[in-house]
């Protein structure tokens, strides 16, 4: 399938959060609320043009609970069009966009006019996926959970409230 047709069938932001569960919205709704857009990046996006946002996750991720929050307020705020394609669904997509050589998400493509790929982001900002590549080693070492780093990644989340999400895609943005 084209980005085109991914895009045409891709769940709305609204209709993608019907799918999750009481807990999992629960934090989509804490993180979304607390999310700190900066009208300064939300102006460079809208400088950019028109685009169309597609997000490739799951409502089980983790980090798309955290992340995708802020992704729909920005780009929605910005008057991007926003759409959800369920990654278990569409292998074939994810593995357009691999990370490390994993289908880890969410990632998000930012398309143009034509739904051609300006670029893609993800699957979290650079400082948590830091967090996880600094200890990558250890986890595959058995010497540290995997639990714990996860739990440092969402105390990132937890005081950065999607600022730094919204600054790398400024920047991204700027460079178009």
Known sequence: MQLREYFDIGLTVDAYA????????????????????????????RATGQHHILVVTEPWCGDSLAIFPVIAKLFTAARCEV????????????????????????????????FETRFHWGPRPKP???????????????EIDKADVHKQVRAFYARDHGKTIVAEFAEAFSRL
């Open 83 to 114: 759409r959800v394609i369920r990654r278990d669904e569409h292998t074939d997509l994810i593995d357009q966009f691999l990370t490390n050589g994993g289908r880890a998400i969410p990632i998000v493509i930012i398309l143009d006019d034509q």
């Open 128 to 142: 948590a996926q830091d967090i996880i590549m600094d200890h990558k080693a250890a986890i595959a070492a058995g």
């Open 18 to 45: 019907q799918l999750l569960d009481e807990d999992q919205t629960d934090l989509h709704q804490m993180y979304e609320r607390r999310a700190c857009l900066d009208e300064d990046a939300i102006k460079v996006i």
